[in-house]
T-cell receptor
């Protein structure tokens, strides 16, 4: 079956690195995504990684994909208070017509 | 103007009332989705539509119905609202012809619905 799991909460100090983890069950994922939801807003695509990649870096964001363990992580370097939000992991599966399966979201709190 | 617009942004309704949430998009995407967000449960798919003539149930469709009036419009109805339908509702779109192959979704800002 298709399932995506995340821890619910992470608290870090401003300036530290944050690492948000996600596990998924379907090995036929094509793309994996990280979405960010700020308070009172919808989800915005933050970054994504193709399933044949191991790592993707985009400024302060680093995405790591371990296909063997079906584990995805998002590292935010030099975390700022503006990074406080809920982060959703999602996978796109070709045999489900590329519908996205979302995790439950990780609430990141950045302490000053 | 937002690419995906949801109305209303907030709504309080009474148990047993019929209510419609509306979604319109200017992305030109064929695919549209309705999700429900509850704390700790993430996003759960209610209904989705791959084109005007194609409507499909998601994982939690009981108590809901939808109408795809045009490529740009996809409405969600609660025929007889109940308190456990209190949640944040999101509409989203995607493009199956996305040349990048990324197939990411574009979300509206959400409708916060409270059933009392």
């Amino acid at each position: 079956g298709e399932d995506v799991e995340q821890s619910l909460f992470l608290s870090v100090r401003e300036g530290d690195s944050s690492v948000i983890n996600c596990t998924y069950t379907d090995s036929s994922s094509t793309y994996l995504y990280w979405y960010k939801q700020e308070p009172g807003a919808g989800l915005q695509l933050l970054t994504y990684i193709f399933s044949n990649m191991d790592m993707k870096q985009d400024q302060r964001l680093t995405v790591l994909l371990n296909k063997k363990d079906k584990h995805l992580s998002l590292r935010i370097a030099d975390t700022q208070t503006g990074d406080s939000a809920i982060y959703f992991c999602a996978e796109s599966i070709s045999h489900s017509s590329y519908k996205l399966i979302f995790g439950s979201g990780t609430r990141l709190l950045v302490r000053p | 103007d937002a690419d995906v617009t949801q109305t209303p942004r907030n709504r309080i309704t009474k148990t047993g009332k019929r209510i419609m949430l509306e979604c319109s998009q200017t992305k030109g995407h064929d695919r549209m989705y309705w999700y429900r967000q509850d704390p700790g449960l993430g996003l759960r798919l209610i209904y989705y539509s791959f084109d005007v003539k194609d409507i499909n149930k998601g994982e939690i469709s009981d108590g809901y119905s939808v109408s795809r009036q045009a490529q740009a419009k996809f409405s969600l109805s609660l025929e007889s609202a109940i308190p456990n339908q209190t949640a944040l509702y999101f509409c989203a779109t995607s493009d199956p012809k996305d040349p990048t192959g990324i197939y990411g979704y574009t979300f509206g800002s959400g409708t916060r619905l409270t059933v009392v």
